[in-house]
């Protein structure tokens, strides 16, 4: 079973940025399509942030929320995806988590229904 672990989040002020990491536990990270996903406080649902695809599909998705404020990248060589986040507002306090799955595509994946694979999430606090 594939384990995804994020780091990075923390307080961070409005109008500033920070980058999100998630490393993965095995070494086929390349064969899944790779998604970030926010949950704001006090609600339960995952909304999905921005996902890209396997290593033989170049296509990214940015949901309305993330586009032009947030990239998506990944290394497949180290096991790795990455959120960098910038102009960060309030409204993007929440626990983000990346998320994996195979045999998808990056729409279907940021609608949060055919992810297999979490990680536990990772806070983020953008406040004064």
């Known amino acids: 079973q594939l384990q995804l672990v994020e780091s990075g989040g923390g307080l961070v002020q409005p109008g500033g940025s920070l980058t999100l990491s998630c490393k993965g536990s095995?070494?086929?990270?390349?064969?899944?399509?790779l998604g970030w996903f926010r949950q704001a406080p006090g609600t339960w649902k995952r909304e999905g942030l921005t996902?890209?695809?396997?290593?033989?599909?170049?296509?990214?998705y940015y949901s309305h929320p993330a586009k032009g404020r947030f990239t998506i990248s990944r290394d497949d060589a180290k096991e790795m995806v990455y959120l960098q986040m910038n102009n960060l507002k309030p409204e993007d306090t929440g626990t983000y988590y990346c998320?994996?799955?195979?045999?998808?595509?990056?729409?279907?994946?940021?609608?949060?229904?055919?992810?297999?694979?979490w990680g536990k999430g990772t806070l983020v606090t953008v406040s004064s």
């Open positions: 095995e070494f086929t990270l390349n064969y899944y399509t």
């Open positions: 996902c890209i695809g396997d290593s033989d599909d170049s296509e990214v």
């Open positions: 998320a994996a799955t195979r045999f998808t595509t990056v729409q279907r994946m940021c609608s949060t229904e055919y992810v297999t694979n």
